[in-house]
């Protein structure tokens, strides 16, 4: 039992929660089956024209992944006409949650929209939720969420001051990146998002929150402490602050240096854009 305990832990640490099947399938044995099958009775078997009809498959048992399907053309320009018709942020909100064109909604236990101040000055992107994020339905809670604290507090700030989101609003199974078509599927969601926030400042936390704000094409080592630009759909131009992601700080502790540097920049032209 201590070991099956150790086991499931291990699972949930790496992000395995979300069963695919309602029965455990022991592959083990299909495999032990197929190769007692294909040993040297296999001179003896019929040829194609005298093989007896095999019994058609057993079908999976139904699950939540059966609504799951390829996103096509129509459910991205789908995406961006209920994107376009939120006029407030509780309105995209629901637009999203009534949104099924991106597959990542049905293996995520919850929406994760946002968290802190829509009405703050600076907004704080990332890329996806992770698990402590997905359980409670609010980003960055974890233990990024916390080091991201310390480090709002660190220039004055805290979740009263600032706006916080994601480019994509579920996790991905097992904390997997997530594919070019599950990004452009949400991208007018945030998007949208941004535009109704309003900010006066971005802050793209990680490589994939950089690009996807600024269409760059550079990593996050050369992306950041240099401010860039993101275009709404308007036409509005806000400016960018991409730096390392908290994760990637709590694998590197000797890079918070220059995540430091970044936030003191951030801090110096927020004083200056609302001063």
């Known amino acids: 039992m201590t070991n099956l305990r150790e086991l499931l ?18 592959r083990f044995s299909q495999i032990e089956a197929k190769r007692v099958a294909a040993s040297p ?15 058609a498959a057993s079908q999976p048992a139904p699950s939540i992944l059966s609504k799951a399907s390829v996103p096509d053309d129509a459910k ?28 990542l909604k049905f293996t995520a236990k919850n929406l994760v ?26 980003p960055f809670i974890g233990r990024s969420g916390q080091l991201l604290d310390r480090m709002f507090a660190a220039i004055g700030l805290d979740r009263t ?11 991905p199974p097992g904390n997997r990146t997530p594919t070019p078509l599950e990004a452009e599927i949400c991208r007018p969601f945030f ?3 941004i535009e109704l926030a309003n900010p006066r400042l971005l802050v ?28 709404t759909t308007s036409g509005i131009q806000i400016p960018v602050m991409p730096t390392l992601h908290p994760a990637y700080l ?10 430091w540097r970044d936030f003191v920049n951030v801090k110096i032209r927020l004083r200056a854009l609302t001063d």
């Open 204 to 231: 793209a936390l990680g490589g994939p929150a950089a690009k996807a704000l600024t269409n760059a094409t550079e990593g996050i080592l050369r992306l950041r402490g240099n401010w860039k630009a993101h275009l």
């Open 250 to 259: 709590l694998r590197n502790p000797a890079q918070k240096r220059f995540a």
């Open 113 to 138: 929209f946002a968290d802190g101040n829509p009405a703050a000055p600076i907004m704080f992107v990332g890329e996806a939720p992770g698990r402590e994020e997905d359980l409670e339905g609010v």
């Open 161 to 171: 001051s600032v706006y916080i989101a994601n480019t994509i609003p579920w996790r």
């Open 41 to 55: 009775a296999q001179a003896a078997r019929p040829s194609q024209q005298q093989r007896p009809e095999q019994p």
């Open 191 to 193: 998007e949208r998002q």
């Open 9 to 26: 832990h291990f699972y949930a640490e790496a992000g395995v929660d979300t069963p695919l099947e309602d029965a455990p399938v022991d």
């Open 76 to 103: 991205i320009a789908m995406a961006r006409q209920m994107a376009s018709s939120a006029a407030t942020l509780e309105e995209l909100r629901e637009q999203l949650a009534a949104f099924d064109g991106c597959n």
